[in-house]
């Protein structure tokens, strides 16, 4: 019965650390969900997670109470912080369908280790983005009617409004990912279900098992609907955060008005997921000793693939300041001018020293090699990419085209309570995940183990902590 959840395929050459077999990888994953005492650690992270996500309740209460009027907005800025923490965390969001879906199709096996909890940070992220487009609409009680539903009054949605099209692309992109995660986890389920102790779990894990039992039958329609969910999750990955894009594309605003738009958005996105994706998974391997199996291979690969969409991003930003002054226009000079020297100077100098200058350091062996730096550096992406959101949607709008109309742009104690609140929401739902769910496939790292200790070095780098 704990043999079920094996594959009995070996799909390659090993991403793990030496020394282990079935058993003891079995074992490794399945005690942190499986132990009896919760680490004093966990509470204490769960309590502040909790603290921040009660901030989040405050502030949606008050914005029902007084309306959109607690926030920042003004006449010309009609997008404020909800527009840009929306585009945010659906770029964090992204990661987590890369690693499972393309890397899968690709057969790269390194994925393994970081795929799972990728999944559900995918899944966390986007339940935090949809909280803001439902909350700007004003009358969230009436966001049903973006839906298109047959109704006696004859009332369908402007299909020509980008905030359908973001209706549509993200409640698909959160259903596959979703369905997609599910699929993953049911082998190890049934894993846990065989292994645990205590009558309650063992009837959960086992409800949510489906039936597993391992047979032949089983595994060929598991990867079959896997492989299937994979190739409709890959054109999410595209597709979501250029439906993001045409929100600012299709207007005629100075600075949105630009084909580049969505490549631009979509390995910002990329940027943005992957490093979050590090952002959990370093404190992850050094508080829960998974070392083993996220191996300094898997942190070189994923600063790699950061640095390769640092420089796309970088590209889009000298693109962006080059249409700007090659279009003639007098409106688009004027905005990309006073990106650089107007009054959110500083967002846009800061947004560059974090997005395109320290990331460069990444070219270098030892950087990659060092857990501390690499980790500082994806907490310095996370904040330049919420700055890069920040200029794109303030500074176009804040100088429209009759300086008459201009007008400044900052976000409120509330505006900050909500994002600050989505963060509280993002780590509750992490820390939830990692103790009552395997953060890593157990299944997937079992058919990795390697036959011998012949070529088992997980990285060639030497870790410097």
Not at 130 to 149: D, E, K, N, S, T
Not at 173 to 185: E, K
Request: hydrophobic share 55%; aromatic share 16%.
């Amino acid at each position: 019965m704990q043999q079920a959840a094996g594959n009995p395929r070996d799909l390659g050459p090993s991403v793990i650390g030496p020394g282990h077999d079935l058993g003891s990888v079995t074992d490794k994953i399945t005690s942190i969900v499986l132990k009896r005492e919760t680490p004093r650690g966990w509470w204490i992270g769960l309590g502040v997670c909790l603290s921040l996500a009660g901030v989040l309740l405050i502030a949606i209460v008050k914005l029902l109470a007084d309306g959109v009027g607690v926030w920042g907005l003004n006449v010309p800025v009609g997008w404020g912080f909800a527009i840009i923490n929306f585009v945010w965390w659906i770029g964090i969001g992204h990661a987590g369908t890369l690693i499972s879906a393309i890397l899968l199709l690709f057969r790269q096996e390194w994925r393994t280790s970081i795929n799972r909890f990728a999944e559900a940070m995918t899944i966390f992220a986007v339940m935090c983005a949809g909280i803001f487009p439902l909350l700007h609409v004003g009358r969230p009680w009436l966001a049903y009617w973006l839906l298109p539903y047959p109704n006696t009054m004859a009332l369908w949605p402007q299909f020509r409004s980008p905030l359908l099209w973001d209706v549509f692309a993200v409640s698909t992109y959160a259903t596959v990912s979703l369905l997609f995660w599910y699929i993953g986890l049911i082998p190890d389920f049934a894993t846990l279900r065989d292994r645990a102790k205590s009558k309650p779990f063992k009837v959960a894990y086992g409800m949510l098992a489906l039936g597993w039992r391992g047979a032949a039958r089983h595994w060929e329609r598991y990867e079959t609907a896997y492989l299937l969910l994979a190739g409709l999750a890959t054109p999410l990955v595209v597709s979501v955060h250029t439906v993001v894009s045409f929100d600012f594309a299709v207007g005629i605003i100075p600075g949105w008005h630009a084909t580049i738009m969505p490549p631009y958005f979509v390995a910002g996105a990329i940027y943005s997921g992957f490093a979050m994706v590090m952002t959990l998974a370093i404190p992850l391997r050094a508080v829960f000793g998974l070392k083993d199996f996220i191996t300094m291979r898997h942190l070189q690969n994923m600063a790699k693939i950061i640095l390769a969409t640092d420089l796309i991003v970088a590209y889009g930003y000298a693109m962006e300041a080059f249409f700007a002054w090659y279009s003639g226009n007098k409106y688009e000079s004027g905005m990309m001018w006073g990106r650089m020297v107007g009054p959110y100077w500083w967002a846009y100098w800061s947004l560059m020293l974090c997005n395109v200058a320290i990331p460069q350091l990444l070219w270098f062996k030892r950087v990659r090699s060092n857990v501390l730096v690499l980790f500082i550096i994806c907490l310095i992406v996370n904040v330049g990419m919420w700055l890069e959101r920040f200029v794109i949607v303030v500074t176009s709008l804040s100088r429209d085209f009759l300086p008459s109309s201009w007008d400044m742009y900052a976000g409120t104690k509330w505006d900050w309570m909500l994002y600050i609140g989505t963060i509280g929401l993002f780590g509750t739902l992490v820390f939830l995940f990692i103790r009552f769910l395997p953060m890593i496939s157990i299944f997937e790292m079992r058919t990795l183990v390697p036959k011998s200790e012949a070529g088992t070095e997980a990285s060639g780098f030497e870790e410097v902590e």
